[in-house]
């Protein structure tokens, strides 16, 4: 049974930088795609970033060049590095894995979850 617990969400002002955490149990995910989807209060959830075990992060154009995606293999974890936070990006942010290389961009291209951690960012 694979678990993915996030961590390191929070309250943080406009313009400011979140990192969060993702540690994976019960499966050693070195080269699963994993990622970081998002959603908002009355929002579908939405593809916020990937990275595979063989190239580098993806990311949705409405974070591209604020966040990063990266994996620390010998812990087992992936975080999202978050810069420049606007108001728009609070939501709830899950991790996802998927038992393949391939990163994809949608929701049921990915088999395990995290429960998510809320991001509020106040203007």
């Known amino acids: 049974q694979v678990q993915l617990v996030e961590s390191g969400g929070g309250l943080v002002q406009a313009g400011g930088s979140l990192r969060l955490s993702c540690l994976a149990s019960?499966?050693?995910?070195?080269?699963?795609?994993m990622a970081w989807f998002r959603q908002a209060p009355g929002k579908e959830r939405e593809f916020v970033a990937a990275?595979?075990?063989?190239?580098?992060?993806y990311y949705a154009d409405s974070v591209k060049g604020r966040f990063t995606i990266s994996r620390d293999i010998a812990k087992n974890t992936v975080y999202l590095q978050m810069n420049s936070l606007k108001p728009e990006d609070t939501a709830v942010y899950y991790c996802?894995?998927?038992?393949?290389?391939?990163?994809?961009?949608?929701?049921?291209?990915?088999?395990?979850w995290g429960q998510g951690t809320q991001v509020t960012v106040s203007s």
């Open positions: 990275i595979s075990g063989i190239t580098s992060g």
């Open positions: 019960g499966r050693t995910f070195g080269t699963d795609a």
């Open positions: 996802a894995g998927r038992r393949s290389i391939v990163r994809v961009t949608t929701m049921e291209g990915y088999d395990y």
